[in-house]
């Protein structure tokens, strides 16, 4: 397999689970508007796929009065401008400073250890 096509394959399983912009508007009971402007924002993870916004599933949380796993902005913004399917990579692959992946450790309530590893990993 060349590299191309083991970069589609990644890109593809990042975005398996993915909702576009309609669904996290009817699921955050949003305007059709507010997904894109919150990503652009840097508020909600998404990235270009087939030209349609894309954003993973895992960031979003039933449970939480924003829809979104709490820290989640906090930790986008601070990874800051790294391209979004590297942030995206980032929050799901294991990190030994959190002794499992950033995804993880943020559902668990470690945001700022989460925080710490971000910062961290934008700076390198």
Do not use: C, N, Y
Not at 8 to 16: D, H, K, P
């Amino acid at each position: 397999m060349t590299s191309a096509l083991k970069d589609v394959a990644f890109r593809r399983a990042l975005l398996a689970d993915s909702l576009t912009a309609p669904q996290v508007a009817r699921r955050l009971g949003t305007a059709r508007q507010t997904p894109p402007h919150r990503a652009r924002a840097g508020r909600l993870l998404a990235a270009r796929e087939g030209g349609v916004l894309r954003f993973p599933a895992w960031q979003f949380d039933v449970q939480s009065p924003t829809g979104v796993i709490p820290g989640l902005p906090e930790v986008v913004h601070a990874l800051g401008a790294l391209p979004a399917l590297v942030k995206i990579a980032w929050f799901v692959t294991p990190k030994a400073l959190l002794g499992r992946t950033p995804l993880e450790a943020l559902q668990a309530g470690e945001r700022d250890e989460v925080l710490l590893a971000a910062r961290t990993f934008a700076t390198t």
